[in-house]
């Protein structure tokens, strides 16, 4: 089980996985701002943009231009995802410090995600791993295995499909692999089975955790992960993000609300979480609407509020 005398590692991915559904695209420039003020957080990683067809993804046609711009901040991993080797030269020209392939583990889910089966998606990792080998590039790689707790199609998806895509991919040489819960469905008791044996077999530190917000299990799901023994978590600035294959699916979970609970368990994440609510304060002006965050608006639990005078004795 993950302790206070553990650090947690946070991964924000809002400037990808929340930014590529808006409904409006984001100005390169807003992206830049948001990304460089993210930066001067301690973030752990800030998945920056990812490295698909324009026709693909129109919201993230910037990719280059965004990851080039960026203020590179020392201690700090930038991730982009790429869907193949082409994605991942692109990224590779752009200097990520790291790349993140993804695929489903449902067959169904990957089908209508990549029109692709798993194990064509695999065999997309061998190659997007030759690619790297062949530039001789100092570059992490991770495999991020989505639907791991549910299909929204398939419905539950076994535990030794998951166990084994993941060794698969550590077996082609990937630094680690991350078990997403792209759709809302995981429950604590399941997360706390599946990731303690995926810990037992691969290590803590080859672990990564991404879940969504879509059935309000979230930060419950990311308690089951910390007694499991991980230490790393995807989230996402504001809850903005979702998965476009996954009916009525809503955003990941709050980056801001995770480090805030996280703080408030006595963990140390190295992030500055006034300078976090700060910067998503300034959120809902880029993206043009509310979003789900709580703690940027109700403030952190230990904000204390002078009494009113109609009660004062």
Aim: proline letters at 5%.
């Amino acid at each position: 089980m993950a302790t206070a005398s553990h650090r947690i590692y946070i991964h924000e991915v809002a400037s990808r996985d929340g930014f590529q559904i808006e409904p409006s695209f984001i100005p390169t420039e807003d992206k830049i701002r948001f990304i460089n003020a993210l930066s001067h957080t301690g973030l752990a990683k800030i998945e920056v943009t990812s490295f698909v067809s324009p026709k693909a993804i129109p919201h993230l046609r910037d990719a280059e231009e965004v990851m080039k711009a960026i203020e590179r901040v020392p201690g700090v991993v930038y991730v982009a995802l790429v869907p193949n080797a082409r994605g991942a030269e692109r990224a590779l020209m752009c200097k990520a410090d790291e790349l993140n392939v993804f695929m489903s583990v449902s067959e169904t889910h990957n089908r209508a995600n990549v029109n692709r089966t798993s194990e064509q998606s695999l065999a997309g990792f061998k190659e997007v791993m030759d690619a790297v080998r062949a530039a001789n590039a100092q570059v992490r790689m991770n495999a991020s295995l989505s639907t791991s707790f549910g299909c929204p199609f398939e419905g539950d998806v076994p535990a030794e499909r998951v166990l084994a895509f993941a060794e698969r991919c550590l077996e082609l040489g990937m630094h680690g692999v991350t078990l997403a819960d792209t759709t809302g469905m995981a429950n604590p008791r399941q997360v706390r089975e599946l990731v303690t044996s995926a810990v037992q077999a691969f290590g803590a530190d080859k672990i990564t955790l991404h879940f969504h917000n879509t059935r309000g299990m979230g930060l419950a799901n990311v308690v089951a992960g910390l007694e499991a023994g991980v230490t790393r978590f995807d989230a996402s600035l504001g809850g903005l993000g979702g998965c476009p294959f996954a009916p009525g699916a809503t955003g990941n979970i709050c980056t801001e609300d995770v480090v805030h609970m996280l703080h408030e368990m006595g963990f140390t994440t190295g992030v500055d979480l006034d300078k976090l609510l700060s910067v998503a304060r300034a959120l809902p002006k880029i993206v043009g609407h509310d979003v789900p965050g709580q703690v940027a608006k109700a403030g952190k639990s230990s904000d204390l509020h002078p009494l009113p005078e109609n009660l004062r004795v």
